[in-house]
């Protein structure tokens, strides 16, 4: 090349560089460039979309976490109404065995005392059949008012 430049040749070189430039880049840097804004848009929105994931993922896991709290929170409070419950069954269930005891041992006081009522009835006859028998034998003579025929041993 010569220092001076030739201009009859710089022209053309400038041109057909221009030409193509122009060529090139539309051929090949603006769908890489489109390419690469493509990946970058994507990506992006990827990014935010994974970001929305994890926020709904940790929503869920917090509503979970309330929905567990608040199902323990009523599972207890059943057990609990249950227990108190089954306190007052037995509750209940021994008064009335207690009630029943009570009236089983009056109803056997009660019977113990008539018939010992009875019996003692039955001993008081006795014992004045008795009386009158001995009475009777030792007197040797009917204290109804009847006599009574001596046996021969007396």
């Known amino acids: 090349m010569h220092i001076p430049p030739n201009w009859g040749i710089f022209f053309p070189l400038l041109v057909s560089f221009l030409i193509f430039w122009l060529l090139f880049s539309r051929v090949f840097v603006r769908p890489f460039l489109n390419l690469l804004n493509e990946r970058e848009r994507r990506l992006k929105e990827l990014n935010d979309r994974a970001g929305r994931l994890l926020e709904e993922a940790q929503t869920a896991e917090s509503r979970r976490e309330q929905e567990l709290a608040e199902f323990r929170r009523e599972a207890l409070g059943r057990r609990e109404a249950a227990r108190r419950e089954a306190e007052q069954d037995g509750a ?21 005392e008539s018939d010992l009522l009875a019996a003692q009835g039955r001993l008081e006859e006795f014992g004045q059949r008795l009386a009158v028998d001995l009475a009777q034998q030792l007197l040797r003579r009917d204290l109804n008012g009847s006599a009574k025929p001596r046996s021969a041993n007396n």
């Open 92 to 112: 209940k269930l021994l008064e009335d065995a207690r009630v029943q005891a009570r009236e089983t041992v009056q109803s056997v006081r009660q019977q113990l």
